[in-house]
C-alpha cells in the first residue's frame, strides 16, 4: 500500500512539473490520470481542472466527474469547485441547493473563496430560502480571512442593518476603509455613501480608522 502511495505521488509531482512547463499536454494527463486511479486527490482535481481548461465540449462534464471523486476523499477545492458547477450549470444541472451544500461543504473547512459564494447565495436567496444572518456570519469569516469583495460587501451589511440587530456605521466604515486599503474599485463610493448616510462627523472617522488599526 506504501509503494503504491509513493508511486502514485512520484506520477502526480512528474505530471505537475510537466504540466508547469507545457500546459494542458497530454503527458502530464496521462501521469495525472495514473496517479487518480490510485485515488491521489490532489491529482484527481487536476484533472478536474484540465479538463475545464480544454477545448472539449464535454469539458465542464468531465471536470465534474473528476471532481467529484476528489470530493468524496474529501479535497475541499473540489467540494467548491462543484459547487460553481451547481451555481452555474456548467458541467452539471443548474441546481443552488446543490450549490450552496457544496459551498458549505468547503467554507466549514475554511475555503474563503466557498465562505464568499455560499454569502452570496444565502444573501440572494435566489433558489433557495434568503437568510441574512447566516449570509452575514459567512460573509464576515471570509472578509476576516482577507477576501476583499466580502470586505466591501460586509461593510454595506453592517451599515444597513442585514444580518444585524441595527445598523453600524462605524463597524461599516471599518469594513470599507479595509477594503479600500485592499484596491476595491468600488470601496471609495461606499466610504462616500456612509459618510453622506450616517452624517459621519470627523471624530466617527478618527474612531473607525483607529479601531482598524487595532485589528491588525
Known amino acids: 500500500m506504501a509503494e503504491d502511495s509513493n508511486l502514485s505521488q512520484k506520477f502526480y509531482e512528474q505530471a505537475l512539473i510537466l504540466d508547469q512547463e507545457h500546459k494542458g499536454c497530454e503527458e502530464a494527463r496521462e501521469l495525472f490520470i495514473k496517479a487518480g486511479k490510485s485515488k491521489h486527490v490532489e491529482a484527481l482535481y487536476m484533472l478536474g481542472v484540465l479538463s475545464a481548461e480544454s477545448d472539449s465540449e464535454d469539458g465542464y462534464e468531465d471536470a465534474y466527474d473528476w471532481w467529484l471523486k476528489a470530493a468524496r476523499r474529501g479535497h475541499i477545492g473540489s467540494c467548491y469547485n462543484l459547487g460553481i458547477c451547481h451555481a452555474n450549470g456548467a458541467g452539471a444541472e443548474l441546481d443552488i441547493t446543490l450549490a450552496v451544500r457544496w459551498f458549505e461543504k468547503a467554507a466549514e473547512k475554511g475555503h474563503v473563496n466557498a ?54 456605521k462605524i463597524n461599516g466604515y471599518v469594513w470599507a476603509l479595509n477594503a479600500q486599503e485592499h484596491k476595491h474599485d468600488g470601496a471609495t463610493n461606499i466610504l462616500k455613501a456612509i459618510e453622506k448616510t450616517f452624517k459621519m462627523t470627523e471624530r466617527d472617522k478618527r474612531s473607525a480608522r483607529d479601531y482598524l488599526k487595532s485589528l491588525k
Open 115 to 168: 465562505q464568499f459564494s455560499l454569502a452570496r447565495e444565502l444573501y440572494s436567496g435566489n433558489g433557495i430560502p434568503r437568510d441574512f444572518v447566516k449570509a452575514f456570519n459567512w460573509m464576515l469569516k471570509a472578509a476576516m480571512a482577507g477576501h476583499v469583495n466580502a470586505m466591501a460587501d460586509v461593510a454595506l451589511m453592517y451599515t444597513m442593518g442585514q444580518g444585524i440587530d441595527k445598523p453600524d
